[in-house]
């Protein structure tokens, strides 16, 4: 194995919190207020559905191939020249949506904060951290998470209570106005980040736990499923229409509190909770590109792959949008079907084409027996 960390699935699912809820926060609601209007808090809970799903297709290829990734066994499943070819096309793919997550972290801390600042030294100074974690191998990736994202989710927490007080419930009626459909319209594009649980395909080799890996893989998707119905309802009943209008509802939101004039404008803190999720997810689809690549090219060792992948991804960050309402418009019309194409579809398809081959095999041993 190039990777000789390990990890626990405990670790897995701390990883895989803000691997889909750092950039999803930020932006989705907005994107899903669009479509679901006054019911986008219900939009996340059919959108877990296909977590769930992606969750079930990475752990039943991973008892197929249990030490194998997503990048080894394309080749087993489909054979040599087709497995090759699909395995590139998921390497290029996850180094584009790496560099779309990292060009999501610099849109909003140079839009937010650092106006002056150049992309290029935004985008650069994430990655330079991310290699140094990603260069330290897994088990450095998973302790960093766990110290990292349970303090995330405490300060997060505490700016939704710190909100209370200017909450209106009246937002969020009349509840189901238009039926479902709206709210399952604002699903479309959380379903796209919720997909990205495939991403689980490259650490549960490398469990120390292997047969929990499923509970915990689904029990992360329902923690994530619960932070985004909370962070939907909030900004809901805090902005109500106007949710659908602006860029960072969760941004506008922490602007909202003020406490005896004088606990308020905790816009640093969202900016904390942005950079360390941020932090983390860029470096879980880093490291997944650095392995993938290091077990596509049959090297002994990923390492050597750090610095030169950084480099593509700062560059692929820059020239993945030209701008915010780009990028924007990219993620709500073209990545649901792009993203779901990759991170649904094809291992749908590599776990039907597998199981047929299992069954095929077994049959030719027992008649063979």
């Not at 809820?21 to 959108?47: E, F, G, N, R, Y």
């Not at 390497?91 to 839009?111: A, C, N, P, Q």
């Not at 649980?197 to 998707?221: A, C, H, N, R």
């Not at 792009?338 to 081959?357: E, N, R």
């Amino acid at each position: 194995m190039i990777e000789r960390g390990k990890i626990s699935s405990i670790q897995m699912a701390i990883m895989m919190n803000p691997a889909i809820l750092a950039t999803v926060l930020m932006l989705v609601p907005a994107i899903t207020a669009k479509h679901a209007k006054q019911d986008l808090w219900l939009s996340p809970i059919w959108a877990s559905v296909t977590g769930f799903i992606v969750v079930y297709i990475a752990y039943r290829l991973h008892k197929l191939y249990p030490k194998d990734t997503l990048i080894q066994f394309s080749e087993q499943i489909l054979g040599k020249i087709i497995g090759k070819i699909i395995a590139a096309c998921y390497l290029l793919y996850y180094l584009h949506l790496t560099g779309i997550i990292i060009r999501e972290y610099g849109e909003f801390v140079s839009g937010t904060f650092l106006h002056l600042t150049p992309m290029v030294v935004v985008l650069g100074s994430m990655v330079a951290v991310s290699a140094f974690a990603v260069y330290g191998g897994l088990e450095v990736i998973g302790r960093c998470s766990e110290i990292i994202v349970p303090v995330v989710l405490l300060l997060y927490l505490t700016i939704f209570i710190l909100l209370f007080k200017d909450l209106d419930i009246n937002h969020m009626f009349p509840i189901l106005e238009n039926g479902l459909k709206p709210s399952l319209l604002g699903s479309v594009v959380p379903q796209s980040w919720f997909s990205e649980y495939i991403v689980i395909s490259f650490f549960l080799p490398y469990l120390t736990d292997q047969e929990k890996g499923l509970k915990w893989g689904m029990l992360s998707v329902l923690s994530v499923m619960f932070i985004m119905v909370i962070t939907n309802f909030m900004t809901l009943l805090l902005l109500g229409k106007l949710n659908s209008v602006v860029t960072y509802p969760v941004m506008i939101a922490a602007r909202y509190i003020s406490i005896a004039e004088f606990f308020e404008h905790l816009e640093a803190v969202v900016m904390a909770i942005w950079v360390a999720g941020a932090f983390v997810k860029i470096t879980v689809f880093y490291y997944a590109l650095v392995l993938g690549m290091a077990q596509w090219l049959k090297l002994s060792d990923f390492r050597p792959l750090v610095l030169p992948t950084g480099l593509l991804l700062i560059l692929m960050g820059k020239w993945s949008a030209a701008s915010l309402q780009e990028l924007a418009h990219f993620l709500s019309l073209t990545a649901p079907f792009y993203l779901l194409t990759f991170q649904v579809c094809l291992p749908v398809i590599m776990l039907f084409i597998a199981l047929v081959k299992n069954r095929l095999n077994q049959k030719k041993g027992k008649t063979a027996g």
